[in-house]
């Protein structure tokens, strides 16, 4: 990404610290939140939300309360990738609420939290972009429609400043994508690529906040090389959607057949003969877990759907779960691959998290991959209906330290019971094999 000259917003602790004793020292980091607190709907923030609030107060108020009755915006900007450029800085090194605040049990950051943040800021920095600056003309929603895979290139530590960075980097005709990248910089290396931590693309669709039709948004033109090669791949990666979208499960050819007999083979063992099956081995169905919630108007965005980052933050806390008790020690995370936003989540579903291990990778004794399956169900009980919202698939592995601790240890392969449950294994497996082939080719 390219260098960002911006100024980063400094992201503080929504918690007062029970060692702070002056009031005003506090409302002093945030001169506005109390402007902020009457203005978030349902009260839903996290201290990234909140540092946002402060520092771009104008966009948010219009989107909280959009005049529907205005004309929409017909005369389309034409912007650069700096006018919507964004950072936050996390001064973890010297706040120790804000630490608090973000640190999990193993004394790291929380990554759910992390990609929690993530799709706030990029929401913010689509906005950016989308807006006129005219406040005679009604603003534009801007949905999460997909969020590209991320791989995390190393834990970020608690005890060290931790800064996000992002901007528009490709717009469509109602598409917008955002790159963000994670940095944290440590004394022991000087080079800048050593400081990311990972790297994340989210792509909006612009609807009209009063027809919820999409509408054209800004153009976009980049001006430095390394955003026009954004942005080349950034348009490439938007026609391989378009080719993938619409397309069905497909048929599996007598190759295909084959595996499927072979991990059902396996499968009928433990059903039939489970005394004979092998102790190496585990049913998929025995892997799963599962959670409930009904969505609270606490847990809302500006435009009074349920937040894109809650729902990441949830299907990734029951997936590290699922690894967790799966490999009966602390998981690592590696990766989350493509997601789409396939239906909004309103205020008032009853939204069902189921997941499972799908599959593991033991080629690597020193690094045995857990892939995790997460699917969210939107259910509606008066209407007897439920419909998937979001597919979510998660890469673990286990942490060396803890893997010491356990001599012999070993993770279990996965094996279905049924048909169904073979299908997703393989597709999954196949997908697998696909991007690994890209990411070798350079495609």
Known sequence: MASNSTVPIPVVATFASPFDTDETDVQSLRPSSRKRQSLWPGMYNSPVTAALWDARPTIFEALLDPPFHAPPQTQLLTKTPSHSRTSILYNFSSDHTLREQYKNPWNRVRIGKLLEDLDALAGTISDKHCSDDDTTTRPLLLVTASVDKMVLKKPPSVDLDLQIS???????????????????????????????????????????????????????????????????????????????????????????????????AEGRIFCDMPALADRESILLRDTCLENSLICQPQQRNIHGRIFGGFLIRRAF??????????????????????????????????????????????????????NIEVVAHVTRPELRSSEVSNTFYFTFTVRPESKATKNGFRLRNVVPATEEEARRILERMDAESLLLDKDETGQ
């Open 317 to 370: 806390e029951l997936a590290f779960s699922t690894a967790y008790v799966f490999a009966g020690m602390v998981p690592c995370f590696l990766e989350v691959d493509h997601v789409d936003f396939l239906r909004p989540v309103d205020v008032g579903d009853f939204l069902h998290f189921k997941s499972c291990v799908l599959f593991t990778q033991l080629e690597n004794p020193e690094q045995p991959l857990i």
């Open 166 to 264: 992002g901007a528009v980097i490709w717009v469509g005709r109602s598409s917008i994508e955002v790159q963000l990248e994670v940095t944290q910089s440590t004394n022991e290396s000087s080079n800048t690529s050593d400081s990311v931590v990972l790297t994340a693309n989210f792509i909006f669709v612009a609807l009209d906040c009063k027809t919820r039709k999409a509408v054209p948004v800004n153009r976009l033109s980049p001006e430095t090389e390394q955003e026009k090669l954004h942005f080349e791949e950034a348009e490439a990666r938007n026609n391989l959607r378009k080719r993938k979208r619409g397309g069905d499960r497909r048929d599996f050819e007598n190759g295909d057949v084959n595996r499927l007999e072979a991990l059902l």
